[in-house]
């Protein structure tokens, strides 16, 4: 009966069962180009014809048709199940008598006239088969037209002459094929030139390009500016007066201030929330000087990007009590910014999900001032508390429960401060910042130990482009201070010195340099590329203070090791890389689509050196989990071919299975399902590895001959409820290869996260 009623279905879905008596139903049109000579880009020619091919067919699956059998359904019906399944599901048949084959042949003589393809034909066919049809189009084409003269203007004008001197970064070449996309594209360019020169009121549409076609097949253009153009989009602008109003507000349109002048600026006081300066450092138009759309833009961004403005908007105005001079008038800016309230206070509560397979909720209060100094500073002030727990951890690994409550303080200043200099970044348009930073955090691992992680800092964030932002901070300071340990954690510590001396040299005197490059901002690009490298120091100028003052080096009683202290502490010294590669295509043209094949690879090594034999724990790495390799625990892998050999020793694995050399690929395959699902496929592998060889973790150390032989692989699937602001990930993952070359067991790892994993 299964199976009878499949037929009927499918007979069904073919979408001609349900047609009009004599109706045929339109499947779809193909484009044939014809010539005798070759077509240039002929692909791109031919998907520009089908563009204008209209209506679209109905959509069709291996030749059946579903939709038009739930249109069927709900033929007639204003309600029920048949009515809401053609709503939601089907789709109306579209038929011949539709198609307009006239309409789209004269669309396709127009683009191939913008090709440059003058006088070309355009032919059409129906091809009846039983109760459908489809259209053949052909157009034939002859060779395209190409550029042989470019005339730009030739009058002794301002606007002429300016116009003149953008002729070397012109679009158009001599020998270039013809295109009318092309012209479009000069004429943008040639305005966003004029715009920064002056040229307030001129526009794209004052260019003209006339065409002589009647030598062969080829083109003279002659650019000229219309007669029609107005004088004032003729001229280009002085900037007169400029007014900066900082306590504008859109409800209220009568202005009740008094300016005054600072700097040449007219500026509109609001002395309790923002001094002067704060505002005119983040505006790049100038009294006296030339009009340019890039400075008016950069303002805009910048001002915005000061965080204490909930609009900003800016009017330019003719100056008409001062008369034009040489040729040039004058324009009055007006700059108006509405504020945000000044302070604001904010808690939520949160799902915390770590990369180390920490999983629990936790609460954050924030404080935020947004001119704390007058200056536009930011200040934020964070209480946070967690309770997290190691989801993926083996049920007798102490430490698995933690317990969290840190404050923190952050101070963002909008501008560098760089004292003898003043470095603005004029051509950037986004607001370079320096932050201080400072905070406390208390962590108790039950079963385990307790410490207090401390923590000061001092640096630079800024960008040039979108698409690109740099941090340098000079100063990273952090001490972590172990507190109470328990019996079985201690037992650990005695038994592994390399554990035992990362964590007791916990002063890290830290600067870091990190550059990132991220065109996921560009959401219209199909192939979109991340690259994160970052660079971190520690100890090198302690270690260098101490050798040049001759302090004596303290010696450690466990294992005879020699090291300079500050304030009767070690400090650590090593140098660390990090690098970040992602790649993100989209596998079909629609921006809004989440199919996409995601990769990730990432390279990091920490080298201690001097004065410490083993890097920071806090700076190892670890892997495995919902973010690295799924099919393996938190820190399940590794280092090297290492296991935990006994059951006491898989208690404390994740604790010492870190390492000082990452090495981790991840491939993913992304489809959306239905609204605010996805789906996923990946691929995971990788490894940790240490620099030194550690007697209690053998086959740990990394080995340049062998090291991709030693790489973890798992494979799965997930769920994703993606809601815009809101990810949560499920992920189940199998183990395909084991490090040590063994035949892996069969046992999924299941994973529950917020957020994507790359």
């Known amino acids: 009966m299964l199976a009878v009623a499949g037929l009927l279905l499918a007979s069904g879905c073919s979408g001609t069962k349900f047609l009009p008596e004599g109706a045929k139903l339109y499947t779809g049109s193909t484009v044939k180009i014809k010539s005798e000579a070759k077509v240039p880009n002929e692909a791109a020619l031919q998907t520009e014809l089908e563009s204008v091919i209209a209506p679209k067919p109905n959509a069709s699956i291996l030749g059946l048709r579903p939709k038009l059998y739930f249109w069927h359904m709900g033929e007639g019906k204003t309600k029920g199940l048949g009515h809401w399944l053609a709503n939601k599901y089907g789709e109306k048949p579209v038929l011949l008598s539709e198609v307009d084959t006239n309409r789209v042949k004269s669309l396709m003589v127009n683009r191939l006239n913008n090709n440059g393809y003058f006088k070309p034909s355009v032919g059409s066919k129906v091809q009846v088969k039983d109760r459908t049809a489809s259209v053949d189009y052909t157009a034939t084409v002859g060779k395209p037209y190409t550029i042989k003269e470019i005339h730009f203007p030739e009058r002794d004008t301002l606007i002429d002459r300016a ?9 158009l070449k001599v020998g270039d094929p013809y295109n009318l996309q092309t012209f479009i594209n000069e004429r943008a360019r040639i305005d966003g030139v004029l715009k920064n020169q002056g040229y307030y009121y001129f526009t794209p549409d004052y260019l003209l390009f006339q065409v002589d076609s009647t030598i062969g097949n080829q083109v003279n253009v002659f650019l000229k500016v219309k007669a029609s153009t107005p004088p004032r989009a003729a001229k280009p602008y002085i900037l007169n007066n400029i007014t900066l109003n900082t306590s504008y507000n859109l409800s209220d349109t009568t202005q009740s201030d008094r300016p005054i002048m600072y700097q ?16 005119t450092n983040a505006v790049f138009l100038y009294p006296d000087s030339l009009y340019r759309r890039r400075r008016s833009d950069q303002t805009l961004s910048r001002l915005m990007s000061l965080g204490t403005f909930k609009f900003v908007d800016m009017r330019f105005r003719p100056a008409r009590a001062k008369a034009d001079s040489a040729g040039y008038g004058f324009l009055n800016s007006f700059v108006r910014m509405t504020q945000v309230p000044k302070q604001s206070l904010r808690a939520e509560v949160l799902l915390v999900s770590k990369s180390n397979g920490f999983t629990g909720p936790g609460f954050q209060v924030q404080y935020r001032n947004r001119s704390a100094l007058r200056g536009a500073e930011q200040l934020l002030v964070n209480l946070t508390g967690t309770f997290e727990n190691q989801t993926q ?10 317990y969290e409550l840190g404050i923190d303080a952050q101070l963002l200043v909008p501008r560098l401060i760089t004292p003898p200099f003043n470095i603005r970044l004029v051509n950037s348009d986004f607001q370079p910042r320096t932050s201080f930073g400072a905070g406390y955090r208390y962590v108790q691992r039950v079963g385990a130990f307790q410490e207090d992680v401390f923590n000061l800092n001092y640096g630079y964030t800024w960008k040039t482009k979108l ?17 109470s340990v328990s019996e079985q954690f201690q037992k650990l510590l005695d038994s592994n010195s390399f554990l035992e001396n990362s964590f007791r040299q916990q ?3 830290g600067s870091s340099y990190r550059y990132t490059y991220n065109q996921q901002a560009l959401e219209q690009r199909r192939n979109q590329v991340y690259f994160s490298g970052g660079l971190e120091v520690s100890g090198n100028l302690a270690y260098l203070l101490s050798n040049l003052t001759g302090q004596t080096k303290t010696v450690n009683p466990k294992d005879q090791t020699k090291a300079y202290t500050l304030a009767g502490q070690e400090f650590s010294q090593y140098t660390k890389v990090d690098l970040e590669f992602r790649n993100y295509f989209r596998t079909t043209a629609n921006p809004t689509s989440g199919n996409k094949i995601a990769t ?7 080298i201690p050196y001097l004065n410490s034999t083993v890097m920071p724990y806090l700076k190892q790495y670890g892997i495995g989990g919902p973010n690295s390799v799924r099919a393996f625990r938190a820190r399940g892998v590794g280092p090297g071919t290492y296991r935990p050999a006994t059951a006491e020793k898989s208690n404390t694995s994740f604790y010492d299975q870190v390492g000082d050399i990452r090495l981790e690929a991840n491939a993913e395959y992304r489809q959306d399902l239905f609204p605010y699902v996805k789906g996923a496929l990946f691929v995971d592998a990788g490894n940790i590895w240490l620099v030194n060889e550690d007697p209690t973790r053998l086959g740990g150390k990394f080995n340049p001959g062998t090291f991709l032989n030693e790489l973890a692989v798992g494979a799965g699937a997930g769920i994703r409820i993606d809601v815009q602001f809101f990810v949560i990930r499920f992920d189940v993952a199998m183990p395909v290869r084991l490090p040590s070359g063994e035949k892996p067991g069969t046992t999924p790892t299941y994973n529950i996260a917020i957020g994507y994993p790359f």
Request: proline share 3%.
């Open 163 to 171: 116009i003149r001197a953008t002729e070397s970064a012109s679009l």
């Open 264 to 279: 040449g600026y007219r500026y509109v006081p609001d002395e309790k929330v923002f001094k002067a300066k704060a505002i």
């Open 393 to 402: 951890a083996e049920t007798n690994t102490i430490g698995i429960t933690s």
């Open 467 to 483: 698409t690109n932002e740099q941090e340098l901070r000079p100063v990273d300071v952090q001490y972590i201070r172990l507190g």
């Open 507 to 509: 002063f890290i005197l």
């Open 600 to 606: 990730r690879v990432l390279i990091g090594a920490g």
